[in-house]
């Protein structure tokens, strides 16, 4: 089993930063691509960003691009997602998923292990 744990959620304004951290323990030599997911009340989760553990493969939500990063520290199994210029419609439950293959994909059926979220709530 994986065990995920997201911080760095709050409130801010339009036009802030935050930034997300999702530490990974457990069976953590099995967590290979790593993703972030939103989502809010009465919508499907909704694909934000992903990375795999090896190689150059990042991929980004249009919705998010040139606005958010994401990275990781392998050694400490930790994934990060820098949120910058944010927008009241970023506004929700945000999520980190990790699977045991290091194919980067965006459909979040694809990924095992799961966070508790932390909510990111943007004001106008």
């Known amino acids: 089993q994986v065990q995920l744990v997201e911080s760095g959620g709050g409130l801010v304004h339009a036009g802030d930063s935050l930034r997300l951290s999702c530490a990974a323990s457990g069976r953590a030599f099995s967590i290979l691509a790593m993703a972030w997911f939103r989502q809010t009340p009465g919508k499907e989760r909704e694909f934000v960003a992903a990375?795999?553990?090896?190689?150059?493969?990042?991929k980004y939500a249009d919705s998010v691009k040139g606005r958010f990063t994401i990275s990781r520290d392998n050694a400490k199994n930790t994934l990060f997602l820098q949120m910058d210029i944010l927008k009241p419609e970023d506004t929700a439950v945000y999520y980190c998923?990790?699977?045991?293959?290091?194919?980067?994909?965006?459909?979040?059926?694809?990924?095992?292990?799961w966070g508790q979220g932390t909510q990111v709530t943007v004001s106008s």
């Open positions: 998923a990790t699977r045991q293959s290091n194919t980067v994909e965006v459909g979040p059926s694809l990924y095992e292990f």
């Open positions: 990375m795999g553990r090896f190689g150059p493969v990042i």
